[in-house]
C-alpha cells in the first residue's frame, strides 16, 4: 500500500495538514497537490474546523514543485495553462478559506513551498527553518503569488533583492522583515503553533472570515473601499450571536463561548 502524500490530524477545532513526501522535501507532484485541491476547501467549508494549520513531514515544510517528477513525465512540460490553474488553485483555497491559516515551517519552504507559506494568513517558523524565492536561480520567476505578498510584506526594494536574487532568508531574518509571525526551537514548534491556532480557534469564526476578507481586499483597494467593506462586515456581525455572546462574556468577566451564529 502506498504512503499518503497529505495526512490531516485534528486536536480539538484545529485542523492539522501535513504535506507527506519527506523523502523529496515535501515537494508537489501531482498526487500531493490533488490532495490539496480536495482537502483545503473541504476543512474551510467545515464548521467543526475553526484553524487549520500547514506543515510538512520529515523536518522540511515544502521544496516547491517536484521538478525531478515533471522533468521524468512525458507530459510534465505540456498543459501549462491547466497545470499553472492547478497550483493557483492551492493558493486561492488558503486564501479563500474563512478561517485562519498557520503556516508552520520547519527546513526548507522553497520556491512555490515559498509562496505557499505566504500566502498563509500567519507563519511559525522553528529556527533551521528559511524562505527562499529560488525561480530565479532556474531562469524562472514566482508563480505562487510572491510577486503579490513580498511588496506588501516588506517593501518594494527588500521584495525586488529576496526575488531577484533568490537569496536564503534565514528564519531570524524573516522575523525582522516581517515574513514570519514568530520563531521558536525546533523541539517547540508544534506546542507553539498549536497554543496560537487553539487561541484563534476559540475566537469568533464569523468576525475572522469578515476581518480577512476585508483585510486581503485591502491590499488593492483605497481607504474608501476599505471604509465601505468594514462598515458592510460590521453591520453584518453586530446582529449575530456571537457578537451578544462576546458582549455577555465581557460584561460576566468570563471567557467568550463563540459558535458562529
Known amino acids: 500500500?502506498?504512503?499518503?502524500?497529505?495526512?490531516?490530524?485534528?486536536?480539538?477545532?484545529?485542523?492539522?495538514?501535513?504535506?507527506?513526501?519527506p523523502k523529496a522535501k515535501n515537494a508537489l507532484d501531482p498526487a500531493l497537490i490533488s490532495a490539496l485541491l480536495e482537502t483545503l476547501p473541504r476543512l474551510a467549508e467545515d464548521a467543526s474546523v475553526r484553524t487549520i494549520v500547514l506543515t510538512g513531514a520529515g523536518g522540511a515544510f515544502c521544496a516547491g514543485a517536484d521538478l525531478k517528477a515533471a522533468m521524468s513525465s512525458p507530459d510534465g512540460m505540456t498543459d501549462l495553462d491547466g497545470i499553472m490553474n492547478r497550483?493557483?488553485?492551492?493558493?486561492?483555497?488558503?486564501?479563500g478559506a474563512p478561517k485562519p491559516v498557520i503556516a508552520m515551517i520547519e527546513g526548507p519552504a522553497v520556491g512555490f513551498g515559498c509562496d505557499l507559506a505566504?500566502?498563509?494568513?500567519?507563519?511559525?517558523?522553528a529556527t533551521d527553518g528559511y524562505l527562499e524565492e529560488r525561480f530565479v536561480k532556474i531562469g524562472l520567476m514566482p508563480d505562487g503569488g510572491g510577486s503579490f505578498w513580498l511588496p506588501r510584506l516588506v517593501g518594494l526594494g527588500r521584495a525586488m533583492e529576496i526575488i531577484m536574487t533568490g537569496d536564503r532568508i534565514a528564519a531570524d531574518r524573516a522575523l525582522a522583515l516581517g515574513l514570519t509571525n514568530r520563531v521558536v526551537d525546533s523541539l517547540d514548534l508544534r506546542a507553539e503553533t498549536m497554543k496560537l491556532a487553539t487561541q484563534l480557534s476559540k475566537g469568533p469564526p464569523l468576525a475572522y472570515a469578515e476581518i480577512k476578507r476585508a483585510v486581503r481586499a485591502s491590499l488593492g483597494s483605497t481607504i474608501d473601499e476599505a471604509l465601505d467593506r468594514e462598515k458592510t462586515g460590521q453591520i453584518k456581525l453586530l446582529q449575530t450571536g456571537d457578537c451578544m455572546e462576546?458582549?455577555?462574556?465581557?460584561?460576566?468577566k468570563r471567557e467568550p463561548n463563540f459558535e458562529g451564529k
Open 118 to 125: 505566504l500566502a498563509c494568513d500567519l507563519r511559525v517558523m
Open 1 to 21: 500500500m502506498s504512503e499518503q502524500v497529505l495526512l490531516v490530524e485534528r486536536e480539538g477545532a484545529v485542523a492539522i495538514v501535513t504535506l507527506n513526501r
Open 246 to 252: 462576546g458582549v455577555m462574556a465581557w460584561m460576566q
Open 87 to 95: 497550483y493557483h488553485g492551492m493558493i486561492r483555497a488558503i486564501v
